[in-house]
């Protein structure tokens, strides 16, 4: 039986997502989407911080050059911390109502990788984009209905991405030039497995998956097999990341929109028994 550590905070997350360990700061950042907000988690003092921004906050990212980028509304965003002001590199799907930006993650080369959806998960007129370093946003995959999760191999060969609402985590090979090659489908979910969301990738090789709606995060193989899950205290499991010096403990986000859970929303640390690797930055 795996420790479950509950990070005590004066709130809940409505949708906590897009987790990162921030090697400079020793800290964990990560999102309340429909809350609005970017939450800090100092590992020297386990005090959490809060910063309210003007629209849904759907993912963080450090940047190379010091300072963050993030994921707001539609736009894409410099993002100072602490002060907490905002610079607009770019936007998305401005001309489709009720979209939003959902989860991205840096690659090795600099870049960006971004998925949209629709704020009622009802139709697939999401996206997938890729932001480059010089502010550049390629179109790149769709459409999508839940878009979730980029996990990147660790030499920037291939990436994992996900339609939650097909329980589907696709596979596409990255080209020379940065483009896609073509989707194709790597772990279908069996209906008791829940529906895949964040993911990231261990030293391993293998795959961590949030399960959303079955209260667990999943490891698969790097060839896709399923090797174990850890329960956890909540049922709409979000997002997970490895997280402190050595990359061996591990973050997972939850969420409490739509249900009556204690620990609903709750910020969990786990013990992978693994070690993680460290994100990528964006180099713009």
Not at 26 to 55: K, M
Request: charged share 25%; with cysteine.
């Amino acid at each position: 039986m795996t420790d479950i550590a509950v990070i005590e905070r004066d709130r809940r997350d409505r949708l906590g997502e897009g987790p990162l360990w921030s090697v400079r700061e020793n800290a964990l950042y990560w999102t309340d989407i429909l809350g609005h907000r970017i939450n800090r988690l100092s590992l020297a003092d386990g005090a959490v911080t809060s910063f309210e921004q003007p629209a849904y906050a759907a993912w963080i990212i450090e940047r190379e050059k010091g300072g963050f980028v993030a994921g707001i509304g539609l736009d894409i965003v410099r993002l100072d911390l602490p002060a907490n002001t905002r610079e607009t590199i770019g936007s998305v799907d401005k001309a489709i109502a009720g979209n939003r930006l959902n989860d991205a993650k840096a690659d090795a080369r600099g870049n960006i990788w971004a998925g949209t959806m629709p704020e009622n998960c009802d139709k697939p007129s999401g996206a997938f984009y890729r932001i480059d370093p010089d502010g550049m946003i390629a179109y790149a995959d769709g459409p999508y209905t839940i878009a979730n999760g980029p996990a990147i191999d660790a030499d920037g060969s291939f990436l994992l991405h996900t339609d939650t609402a097909l329980r589907t985590i696709f596979r596409f090979d990255i080209q020379d030039d940065g483009s896609l090659g073509k989707r194709q489908p790597f772990i279908a979910f069996e209906r008791d497995w829940g529906n895949p969301d964040g993911m990231t990738f261990d030293a391993e090789g293998s795959l961590w998956v949030a399960c959303w709606g079955a209260s667990c995060v999943t490891r698969f193989t790097p060839e896709g097999a399923r090797e174990r899950s850890i329960a956890l205290p909540a049922s709409q499991i979000t997002s997970c990341t490895f997280a402190g010096p050595a990359l061996d403990r591990m973050f997972v986000t939850s969420a409490s929109d739509g249900v009556d859970e204690p620990l609903g929303g709750a910020l969990f640390e786990i013990d992978p028994g693994v070690r993680g690797r460290a994100p990528e930055l964006y180099r713009g």
